[in-house]
């Protein structure tokens, strides 16, 4: 059973079952001949300059990266609904870039990707750019898009490039940068008819497709955060058709690879970050049958084993939430997602490697 939302054709999930992926139309952008360089739509001012204080609000399939250049994580996109005079609700995409600077959110009044949920994001240390890639939308009638456009932030302004080899159109797909090989890599997601099992790369140029030796089963709903502890990209659960999955796979840099370790019982839509301070990934997994006996847990993996870090403070099951770590404030951030409500969640929480915490803002924000 699906709840949540819609998105126009695209429904955000509040549970990780198999979705019916038929109602996405692809959009089929032409790729050029080389890579090339397009600015965003109009000049970009500084984001320093031009800060709105505020709140988000409420979204779902936004997504978060940590940008050292201003030193906080920039949240962009996501969906939330408008009632309709019928009872139902409407999706509706939103293309704007925020900043968490720790204590509060500022909107950056800047032009940028066209409004979308559920992209792909990572944080390109080598050429010091958040690169992100498709996602679906905009809002409307349906059918919905899935996009397959490439955009780069640097700290001030997004850029489109386009590169002369591009991926298919997808949402929730796995990324990372793996800094051991200088590349964005990209797993899986969900397509327009079914899901994908292929593995790209992005060298700052141009996309490449692998043809690894061993490849995970096709998933979406999956994460990846790269190890540098241990120097792989690390990929855990997702879901596929009628199931939902707990396994754990490394990527090399040439091979992905299954790891033996026993897996948590926690299975479901995983999302993940690196937290540098105790050198481990910290995962958020939902877990819900048919709306049934919904769960939230939080486990770490140290380049071995995953351990089951859940307590009391957790937050509450949802699907489609933006997560990274913030560098300054040393902790993990979660924002967003949805479980059954009409609207999606509104709420910042963060993790300081033992507790969750639910931020507020300062009295008179």
């Known amino acids: 059973m699906m709840v949540g939302f819609g998105v126009g054709a695209l429904t955000v999930l509040g549970v990780v079952a198999a979705t019916s992926t038929g109602v996405f139309q692809t959009n089929a952008r032409q790729a050029s001949n080389s890579a090339t360089v397009s600015p965003s739509p109009s000049p970009s ?11 988000p609000g409420p979204r779902a399939g936004a997504t978060l990266v940590y940008d050292p250049e201003n030193k906080g994580v920039i949240l962009f996109g996501g969906v939330y609904t ?34 979308r949920s559920v992209p792909m994001a990572a944080y390109d240390s080598a050429r010091h750019v958040v690169v992100l890639f498709g996602g679906g939308g905009p ?5 919905a898009q899935l ?21 298919d159109g997808r949402i929730r797909a796995g990324m990372a940068f793996d800094q051991r090989s200088g590349v964005v890599v990209m797993y899986g ?20 497709l692998q043809d690894p030796a061993t490849s995970p089963p096709t998933r979406h709903f999956a994460s990846m955060a790269y190890d540098p502890a241990n120097g792989n990209t690390v990929l855990f659960g997702g879901s596929m058709p009628g199931v939902r999955l707990n396994d754990t796979w490394t990527w090399d840099g040439t091979t992905w690879t299954k790891q033996a370790a026993a897996p948590p019982a926690a299975r479901g839509s995983s999302y993940m970050t690196y937290d540098p301070v105790v050198k ?20 770490t993996w140290d380049g071995s084993r995953w351990t ?58």
Do not use: C, M
């Open 45 to 55: 001012p500084s984001p320093a300059a031009t800060p709105t204080s505020g709140l």
């Open 82 to 115: 408008v009632p309709r005079s019928d009872g139902t609700n409407e999706g509706v995409s939103t293309g704007d870039t925020w900043l968490w600077a720790g204590k509060s959110w500022q909107r950056l009044e800047v032009s940028g990707p066209p409004a």
């Open 139 to 143: 809002s409307g009638a349906p059918p």
């Open 147 to 167: 996009l397959n456009d490439t955009w780069t932030w640097d700290g001030v302004s997004w850029t489109e490039l386009h590169p002369a080899h591009v991926p």
């Open 189 to 208: 997601g969900e397509g327009a008819t079914s899901g994908f099992t292929d593995t790209w790369t992005w060298d700052g140029a141009d996309w490449t």
């Open 280 to 299: 481990q990934i910290v995962a958020f997994v939902y877990f819900g049958l048919d709306n049934h006996d919904p769960a939230g847990y939080t486990i």
């Open 308 to 365: 089951d870090r859940t307590n009391a403070s957790q937050p509450s099951p949802r699907a489609d939430v933006a997560i990274a770590y913030d560098q300054v404030t040393r902790q993990v951030v979660v924002y967003g997602g949805t479980f059954d409500q009409p609207q999606p969640f509104a709420e910042t929480w963060v993790w300081d490697g033992s507790t969750w915490s639910l931020w507020s803002p300062a009295a008179g924000a």
